[in-house]
C-alpha cells in the first residue's frame, strides 16, 4: 500500500476560483464584508472530471493507493480580507474536499484548511478544526505559520497564541502540516522561496524553542522535503549541542515528506532523516508539472525516485504506508489492517 500524505485539490472547477475572485473583490471594496453567499454551484460530475483527468490518473499510472487531500494551499490566502472571508472560504473549501472523497473514498482521506487571519485569536481555527474530524471525519490538517503571507508578522509557532491549537489536535489525534499560501512579499516567490524557508522556519522554531514537549501528542509534518533542513542537518546538530536544544525530542514530534524533485534529493534525505520520520509524499498535481528529460518522468513522481533509492523492504513499507499510518491514526477507519497489505 502507498499513502501519498501531501495532495492539493489545485485542479478545483472554475466556479471555485470564480467564487473567490467575486469575494477578494467584494472585502476589497468594503474591508468589513462579511464573507459571501453560499458558494459556488458545482456538480458531482465535475468534480469528478477534474479528479479522474489529473490527479485520479497520475495516481493510478504511479500506483499510488490513497492520498491525503487538501484545499489547494496557494489558494489559502490567510492574509486577504477578514476573519469572516477567511472562515466562509475556509469552510466552502472544505466542504469540497470532503465531497471529492465522497466520491472517491478509496482514493483520498480529508485534510481540511483553517480560517486563519492576520491578527485574529486562533479561536475560529480551532473550531473549524473540531467540525471537520469530528463532523466530517477529516485526518489531518494544514496550519500557516505566516497567515500574513510572507511577511511574517505573527507569532512564532511557539508563542502561547497557538497553544489551543495544538491542544486540539493532540486531543483529536490528528497531525497538521506546517504548510504556508502565497507570498505578497515581492522578494519571495510563492512555491520555492516563500514554501521553502517556511518549512526551515518551523522546523528552527520548534528546535530553538522545544516547545513541543510541552505537547506530547502533537505531531507535525514539514512538507516539500523539511527545506533546508535535511541538508544542513550537520549545521542544526551542530547548532542544537552548542546551544543547549533538543534536537532528538523534536524527532518525537516532527515528520518530513518527500516532496523532492530529483533523485540526489531524495538520496539525500533518506540518507540523513531517520526513516522512522519520513513520510511519502509527491504532491502531486502542484508546483512542478512538467517532465524532466534526463528521465521521462515527472518531476513530482517521487514514487520513481524512492524506488530507486536502494532502500530495504522495512524502510520503504514505513515510508510508504507504515509511517502514515502512525501518524494520521485515524486513517485506520478506511484501511485494511497494515499486516494484511502486500
Ligand atoms: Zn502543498
Not at 502507498?2 to 473567490?20: E, F, L, M, N, S
Not at 473549501?93 to 470532503?98: A, F, G, L
Amino acid at each position: 500500500m502507498i499513502i501519498d500524505c501531501h495532495g492539493h485539490y489545485t485542479t478545483a472547477p472554475a466556479a471555485v476560483g470564480r467564487w473567490r475572485d467575486e469575494q477578494i473583490a467584494a472585502v476589497a471594496a468594503d474591508p468589513a464584508f462579511g464573507g459571501g453567499d453560499a458558494g459556488p454551484e458545482v456538480d458531482d460530475a465535475e468534480i469528478r472530471k477534474t479528479i479522474e483527468s489529473a490527479q485520479l490518473r497520475a495516481q493510478r499510472q504511479r500506483g499510488i493507493d490513497l492520498t491525503l487531500f487538501s484545499p489547494r494551499a496557494s489558494w489559502m490566502g490567510h492574509h486577504i480580507g477578514n476573519a469572516a472571508t477567511s472562515l466562509h472560504w475556509t469552510r466552502l473549501q472544505n466542504e469540497m474536499i470532503r465531497r471529492v472523497c465522497d466520491l472517491f473514498p478509496t482514493s483520498f482521506a480529508p485534510v481540511c484548511q483553517l480560517p486563519q487571519s492576520p491578527g485574529v485569536p486562533i479561536d475560529a481555527s480551532v473550531a473549524e478544526l473540531e467540525r471537520c474530524v469530528v463532523e466530517m471525519e477529516f485526518v489531518g490538517c494544514n496550519v500557516n505559520p505566516d497567515p500574513s503571507g510572507g511577511l511574517w508578522t505573527g507569532p512564532p509557532l511557539w508563542d502561547d497564541y497557538w497553544a489551543p491549537l495544538w491542544d486540539k489536535l493532540c486531543e483529536l489525534d490528528v497531525p497538521a502540516m506546517i504548510h504556508v499560501s502565497t507570498s505578497v512579499n515581492q522578494n519571495l516567490h510563492t512555491t520555492s522561496s516563500h514554501y521553502l524557508a517556511a518549512d526551515t522556519t518551523a522546523f528552527m522554531q520548534a528546535l530553538t524553542s522545544g516547545f513541543m514537549s510541552g505537547f506530547p501528542g502533537l505531531r507535525w509534518i514539514i512538507p516539500h522535503g523539511g527545506g533546508a533542513v535535511p541538508y544542513h542537518w550537520g549545521r542544526l546538530v551542530g547548532m542544537a549541542a552548542d546551544k543547549g536544544w533538543d534536537f532528538d525530542a523534536v524527532l518525537e514530534h516532527v515528520y518530513f515528506d518527500t516532496c523532492v524533485y530529483h533523485q540526489r534529493g531524495v538520496d539525500l534525505l533518506v540518507d540523513v532523516v531517520p526513516h522512522e520520520n519520513i513520510l511519502f509524499g509527491s504532491e502531486m498535481i502542484g508546483a512542478v508539472r512538467g517532465i524532466d528529460p534526463a528521465t521521462g518522468r515527472h518531476y513530482d513522481d517521487t514514487r520513481f525516485y524512492l524506488d530507486n533509492a536502494g532502500l530495504d523492504d522495512a524502510a520503504e513499507r514505513a515510508i510508504f504506508s507504515g509511517n502514515a499510518r502512525r501518524v494520521f491514526p485515524r486513517l485506520a477507519d478506511r484501511l485494511p489492517p497494515e499486516e494484511d497489505t502486500p
